[in-house]
């Protein structure tokens, strides 16, 4: 198989795997983001790609997950943020704080057994606060080897399937026995439809038609702009191409950009940047080898789960602690540690509609702060712990 083969391989492969998850309901519900981590890992460990393409396929990842990233946040409404309920915005900093609390204290727990875990840290604050693409960024700041960054991926995945069943099946009643319930809001103040919230964020529906994807394009070419502008300021300081100031800087253009009308309009550039996500799942996926699942790994595994499950019943016991509700607790977590697209499967459980759109845009805002917090607490950890 030749590059230019794979190229196209890797570049189409996630638009059939979208057309799939619209017209077959199984595939929807593993998720377009595990399907091609599954194929990637296939076509990775059966032999049949080249060898000496490590370094192409480096380059192509990194373009993509670095690209995603200010196409993701043009279409943010920070100014929608700031008039939310207040139950839900302290319940998004008490889970981030449970997230990091459990994070430092698993790394005091491991540090000695497994290696480079202070990028694991802050990886794992990225899957917490934003998900595949906060993680993926955060990994390229700190340098992360793909192995451990798959192997770290799987894991989460593993553990956060079993915590998404717990979520939707018991976990309001185990919570409501120490926690206050759900009172209903205002539905005027509730926001977008969840239907809106599809149109925009999630379907890709008119993708093609000339009044989209002309728009979307240019959301492409300022994406490379600004990874112009960041490299250069990282150049300028550094002298050198610094990664995780290039990453912070794409990430604040980012947001900057989303406060501009022209651009923050433009449909379907969230979904643009989703796909490049998907770009970047399958080609990491497909340099991982998966004989690194082993024993040796298994503290690898215990960490996660001391972090996902563990964070998750601290930020419980803060909610009460701060008399936020059990529905906001559990969406804002599903929000944090799943990504958007689970909150209206996790809403439907709740039977709380209500809670659909603030959860959404908590999610968003996890793609914004993310970066910040995970490359933030990586450095700290490896120069105090």
Known sequence: MGTVILALFYFLFPALVIYLDKKFTVVNKVGTVVICYGVGLLIGNIGILPDGIAEFQE???????????????????????????????????????????????????????????????????????????????????????????????????VVGAFTLLFLMTVAQRFFLLFMRPYKAVDKENVGESGESYHEKYETYDGIFSRRIFFPLLGTLGLAILILGISAGISQLFFKEINTALVIMGITTLGIAASFVPRIHNIEKSFQGGIYLILIFCL???????????????????????????????????????????????????????????????????????????????????????????????????????
């Open 59 to 157: 380059s192509l990842y990194s373009g993509a997950v670095i690209l995603a990233i200010p196409m993701l946040l043009f279409s943010l409404d920070i100014r929608k943020w700031v008039s939310m309920a207040g139950n839900t915005l302290l319940s998004l900093v008490l889970g981030i704080v449970s997230v990091i609390v459990m994070v430092v204290i698993g790394y005091f727990i491991y540090r000695d057994v497994i290696p480079e875990i202070w990028k694991v840290a802050g990886v794992l604050i990225g899957f917490y606060s934003g998900g595949a693409p906060n993680a993926a960024a955060i990994s390229l700041a700190l340098d992360m080897e793909p192995d451990l960054f798959i192997l770290t991926q799987t894991y989460d995945l």
């Open 283 to 385: 080609i990491f996926a497909s340099m991982a080898d998966i004989s690194m699942f082993s024993l040796d790994s298994l503290p690898l595994l215990i960490y996660i789960i001391l972090v996902v499950p563990g964070a998750l019943l601290l930020h419980g016991l803060l909610s009460k602690l701060f008399k936020v509700d059990v529905d906001n607790f559990l969406i804002i977590s599903v929000a944090l540690s799943m990504s958007p697209p689970f909150v209206p499967v996790v809403a439907s459980a709740l039977k709380n509609r209500d809670i659909i759109i603030p959860g959404m845009i908590i999610g968003l805002l996890g793609y914004a702060v993310g970066n910040y917090i995970g490359v933030l607490m990586g450095y700290l950890i490896h120069a105090f712990g």
